[in-house]
């Protein structure tokens, strides 16, 4: 048992890696990079619907916590923090997409790509029933009013705890919950035709 | 018995187990009697487990070199102190020309509009409105006559020459009158 505990190598909160990011120890901002660094191009790309704008808004995010690290305080969780910074840079990506009224073609195509970008390519039926089965399920939550995309897309994507969600979002946990409710019965009207 | 509202807002408490126990007790006795909330039910949750299951999409490769490159670019851009530019009691050299120049223009305005001679023009304008017999101390005036002469006084009138030169018509002969007749 004590051997077990000494070969386990000691594994950072989050909370703590920013605390020694803030006390100067650059080693710690790699790691925070790295573990959240997926979660949020993930999180990102299901509002923008483009890769390298997410990359981009992810980079963004991450220069923030560099720039800014000195403004987070241990009252909530780090995850939530950064969460809510990406949040609201992809937010502003999409203000200024909307404000350019750019609904290109060349934009579509590239959409059609990115929805590509993960997929395997199909060799069975099976495969190609999964594939269509994803696509439309992103199809159905890019459908969905925003603010039931963003919590839906933290819970049952991301996989965050309502409370979580409630900070990112900033509403009480009660909508919060309402409000992944009715998404998620709004996703069954929109993919019925799927079961 | 819950009815048909009260069971849907408790749909995801049922999936993620978080309903008491008589609460649960009580919504499955409403699935048992309707196999259509039995239905979307099922289908919550599967859609619930394909999410979670959805592709996962991951930064491309270098992402992490790009992040520190714009970092250190960011870095030198604070640390290079930016190009001093020269200015002129606070004007950067365009904009000091172009005040210079609207300077310039006011006081050589400011000298037309307030200068002796223009005071001067001024004044003997109001003075020969005031005035109606004003002296011809103005040398622009001079050449003109403000005392025209009487025309009745003249001794001859021009106009009787040209009588003088035309030879008089005799029209006696021409004229009849109704009572000649």
């Known amino acids: ?195 | 018995m819950i009815n048909r509202y009260q069971f849907e807002d408790l749909i995801s408490e049922y999936i993620e187990n978080e309903l008491s126990l008589p609460k649960r007790k009580e919504f499955e006795q409403y699935l048992e009697e309707n196999l259509e909330a039995k239905s979307l039910v099922d289908s919550v949750r599967t859609t619930m487990i394909q999410m979670k299951t959805l592709p996962k999409a991951k930064v491309s490769a270098g992402f992490n070199e790009r992040l520190m490159a714009t970092i250190q670019k960011d870095r030198d851009k604070l640390l290079t102190p930016a190009p001093s530019q020269k200015t002129y009691l606070g004007f950067t050299p365009i904009h000091a020309s172009l005040m210079t120049g609207l300077v310039i223009a006011f006081v050589f305005i400011s000298i037309q509009l307030f200068s002796p001679e223009g005071k001067m023009v001024n004044n003997q304008t109001q003075y020969y409105a005031d005035d109606p017999t004003p002296s011809l101390s103005n040398p622009s005036l001079k050449e003109v006559n403000l005392n025209p002469p009487d025309f009745a006084d003249l001794e001859e009138d021009s106009t009787l020459e040209e009588s003088k030169n035309k030879p008089k018509k005799d029209f006696s002969k021409q004229m009849h009158f109704v009572n000649d007749q």
């Open chain 1, 1 to 195: 048992m004590s051997l077990d505990k000494q070969n386990t190598p000691f594994v950072y909160t989050d909370e703590q890696l920013i605390a020694r990011f803030q006390a100067g120890d650059e080693g710690a901002y790699v790691e925070l990079v790295n573990r959240f660094r997926d979660r949020l191009i993930n999180f990102v790309f299901q509002f923008l619907r483009d890769w390298e704008q997410a990359e981009d808004v992810v980079q963004d995010t991450m220069l923030k916590l560099y720039e800014k690290k000195h403004y987070y305080r241990e009252i909530a969780k780090f995850s939530t923090w950064i969460y809510t910074i990406a949040r609201n840079l992809a937010n502003t990506e999409l203000r200024k997409r909307k404000r350019r009224k750019t609904t290109l073609l060349s934009h579509m195509t590239r959409d059609e790509r990115e929805y590509d970008l993960p997929a395997i390519q199909p060799e069975t039926g099976h495969e190609v029933q999964t594939e269509f089965a994803e696509k439309r399920i992103q199809a159905a939550i890019h459908a969905l009013p925003e603010h039931f995309k963003t919590v839906i897309i933290l819970r049952d994507i991301q996989e965050l705890s309502y409370d979580d969600i409630s900070s990112i979002v900033d509403v009480p946990l009660g909508t919060v919950k309402s409000r992944i409710n009715r998404a998620r019965l709004q996703l069954q009207v929109d993919l019925k035709d799927l079961r």
